[in-house]
């Protein structure tokens, strides 16, 4: 399998411009995790999907970040209007089934990440 | 509510030694699960190890091995014979098994290895 897609890699771009991050998790597994590392505030969790659905979107910051799962093989985080503060790395990561601290040693894969610069 | 604590912000090791990084938490749970990950500088997360609440027997994989004293809330992660390659961030997590199916990650540990 080849993993957890991310695209771009890197984006930069200015403020106030719309910013698509795109991913295609590992076929099979049923939860997808967008998260945003930085030096700030460490790994967040924006929101996660199961079967496509968003199950928790807590983390978003506020409304300008939107995030959708139209297939079980596609999803998008996207930001509009982009600030400087939303520089930060992106991470997507899946997961075959609930991650149960009970019998399943299943865990989190995540992507490569996209490194974003607001300028 | 969870919280994951690392109080390492560094460490430095000599290639072929054992290095200790430690991992604190904080959960009234009694079902849990707690997982390390590497991120070396080329940005990736990469599972090592994971460990659950009930699991009697300590973690192992390979040269990384869990050190899990329930009582005192910690999951250390031991890294044996360390090489060069292991110089990386290190991050603790943990998951909320009946909550929510999310991950909560500690700020991490940059492990040095020098030669």
């Known amino acids: 399998d080849a993993g957890v897609i991310q695209s771009p890699r890197h984006e930069v771009t200015e403020m106030g411009q719309e910013v698509t991050l795109r991913c295609k998790p590992i076929?099979?597994?049923?939860?997808l995790f967008w998260y945003r590392q930085t030096m700030m505030r460490g790994l967040e969790l924006l929101i996660y999907?199961?079967?496509?659905?968003?199950?928790?979107d807590s983390g978003m910051p506020e409304d300008r970040f939107s995030a959708k799962m139209p297939n079980a093989s596609f999803s998008t985080l996207k930001i509009q209007p982009s600030e400087p503060r939303d520089s930060a790395v992106y991470f997507c990561?899946?997961?075959?089934?609930?991650?149960?601290?009970?019998?399943?040693?299943?865990?989190?894969?995540f992507g490569p990440g996209t490194r974003l610069l607001v300028l | 509510a969870q919280k994951i604590t690392q109080t390492q912000p560094g460490m430095f090791v000599q290639e072929k030694e054992a290095v200790t990084l430690d991992c604190t938490y904080d959960?009234?749970?009694?079902?849990?699960?707690l997982f390390w990950y590497k991120q070396p500088s080329s940005g990736e997360m990469i599972f090592l190890i994971y460990?659950?609440?009930?699991?009697?027997q300590n973690a192992t994989e390979g040269r990384y091995s869990l050190n899990f004293q329930k009582a005192r809330k910690s999951a250390n992660l031991v890294i044996s014979a360390s090489q060069l390659g292991d110089s990386a961030m290190y991050f603790c997590?943990?998951?909320?098994?009946?909550?929510?199916?999310?991950?909560?990650f500690g700020t991490g540990t940059r492990l040095q290895v020098f030669p």
């Open positions: 997590a943990m998951s909320d098994t009946y909550n929510t199916d999310k991950l909560i």
């Open positions: 959960t009234s749970d009694q079902s849990y699960g």
């Open positions: 460990q659950g609440s009930y699991d009697e």
């Open positions: 990561a899946s997961t075959p089934l609930f991650p149960t601290g009970l019998a399943s040693q299943e865990t989190q894969y």
């Open positions: 076929s099979g597994h049923d939860y």
């Open positions: 999907f199961n079967n496509n659905v968003p199950i928790d």
